[in-house]
């Protein structure tokens, strides 16, 4: 069945490749990456989504995605179209303050491209293939010339535009370009903006917003059937990050811990980037006794899971609050939910869903990286992948074309051939045994009609 599989998917790729000169690409593998911002991966647990839940059923569902420190929503949707973590790739935060140029980065300031080009994202890598083109609704950086490169159809990004227009504009692109758009990327900011405004465990207000955004998703799928597209494109849903709950009563104020004067914040909360105006270690001994539900770090001592130390735009000092606590400034408002947290909380992982030609029907998997989705999208497509840190092993199960052993299967064929060897083992040693074991004499008897050889 696996050399069938190959076969079939290496006289398809075969074909689709020998098409790219004509006028017809009808055989490009076309992939759409949709994010829902803020959606926990529990919520699917806690909330109906029959819309949602009708998508996995014919597809596959990734239970939690670990995404990358710090867990918010400009770093890990750039993890998740270029394969890297936040310290390779340079979008280290969604505020930001490079020392050399004097530069600073904020939501309301991304479009310099010098902060996006320390990596290439899957867009520009397949803009720049032959016959074929790249479109986004407002995915973050989409909308930057990257490497002097833009997808060929964007939306510049505006809150306010509804998530009908994106999708529209999406479809459209999807099934009326030339060359044809092979990859799309979608984006809508709920449910993190009511995660924020009311905490995930508001279940009557998230139960609403939750229903909206389900009821998006069935206005997707059901827009892409009239169309046309449905049945022949792969469809990812994802999210950048989770959410968690917090309080007032959970606040650490660093204005009770050192003068304000004595640093500048450029990141605050939940993970706070600090830049000290006076000596370092100074600034670091008065914040390391400031709260016990903040952890305080020296740029190179933050331990080496957040792979989050290896560039410049990572400052001098880093705070990470603990769960569900917020760092203050005496003037700041405090969110009901917010994420940036460590990354291992449960709280912090979004889910994964697709669907479509490439992937399988019905197969729920556990966990993945959130730097695994980038190279599974390449090879969906075809691409050549840029050095990442994903690893496409960890996503082979979910696509058609791979061969997958699961854990449990894998241990019943190796338990299976080691009984097949130890009993055909035993069969030879008892064959050798008889062969070599000594016949008792027996004597020679003549019938009565045998003539004998002397007589």
Request: proline share 6%.
């Amino acid at each position: 069945m696996f050399i069938m599989k190959s076969l079939i998917f290496l006289l398809l790729s075969g074909l689709a490749i020998g098409d790219r000169g004509n006028s017809s690409y009808s055989l490009l593998p076309k992939l759409l990456l949709v994010s829902f911002d803020g959606f926990r991966a529990d919520y699917l647990q806690n909330y109906e989504f029959p819309h949602l839940q009708n998508f996995i059923k014919e597809g596959v569902l990734i239970e939690q995605v670990k995404n990358v420190f710090i867990t918010k929503t400009f770093p890990n949707h750039y993890s998740i179209v270029t394969g890297l973590y936040e310290e390779s790739h340079g979008i280290v935060a969604n505020s930001m303050f490079d020392t050399a140029t004097k530069k600073y980065f904020s939501d309301f300031n991304d479009k310099d491209p010098f902060w996006w080009n320390e990596a290439v994202p899957i867009w520009v890598t397949n803009e720049l293939q032959e016959n074929r083109s790249s479109a986004a609704a407002m995915w973050p950086g989409s909308d930057v010339a990257i490497h002097n490169t833009t997808p060929s159809y964007f939306m510049k990004y505006n809150s306010s535009v509804s998530f009908e227009e994106r999708l529209n504009n999406i479809t459209m692109w999807l099934n009326n370009s030339s060359p044809p758009v092979t990859f799309a990327t979608l984006y809508w900011e709920e449910p993190d903006a009511s995660g924020h405004r009311y905490g995930p465990e508001d279940k009557e207000n998230m139960s609403r917003v939750l229903k909206e955004v389900d009821d998006l998703i069935g206005d997707l799928v059901h827009r892409l059937k009239v169309v046309g597209l449905w049945e022949n494109l792969n469809v990812i849903i994802t999210s950048d990050h989770g959410m968690t709950q917090c309080s007032e009563e959970r606040v650490i104020n660093l204005d009770l811990c050192i003068n304000h004067s004595d640093y500048t914040v450029i990141d605050l909360t939940p993970v706070a980037a600090i830049l000290p105006k006076i000596n370092r270690t100074e600034v670091y001994n008065k914040l390391k006794t400031c709260n016990h539900h903040m952890k305080v770090y020296l740029k190179e001592d933050i331990p080496p899971k957040f792979h989050y130390q290896h560039n410049d735009r990572i400052q001098p000092i880093i705070l990470i609050a603990d769960e569900g606590w917020t760092i203050v400034l005496n003037n700041s408002l405090v969110k009901l939910g917010d994420h940036g947290y460590d990354n291992s909380l449960p709280s912090m992982h979004p889910f994964l869903a697709a669907h479509g030609p490439a992937f399988h029907k019905g197969y729920k998997q556990s966990t993945i990286n959130v730097v695994d989705i980038y190279p599974m999208m390449c090879h969906i497509l075809r691409l050549k992948p840029h050095p990442n840190n994903g690893t496409f092993s960890h996503t082979k199960c979910l696509l058609t074309d791979q061969w997958c052993i699961s854990l449990p299967e894998a241990i019943g064929i190796v338990a299976g051939a080691l009984l097949i060897l130890t009993t055909l083992t035993c069969l030879i040693i008892v064959m050798q045994n008889r062969l070599s074991a000594p016949q008792p004499f027996s004597r020679l008897q003549l019938q009565e009609d045998d003539d004998p050889l002397i007589e």
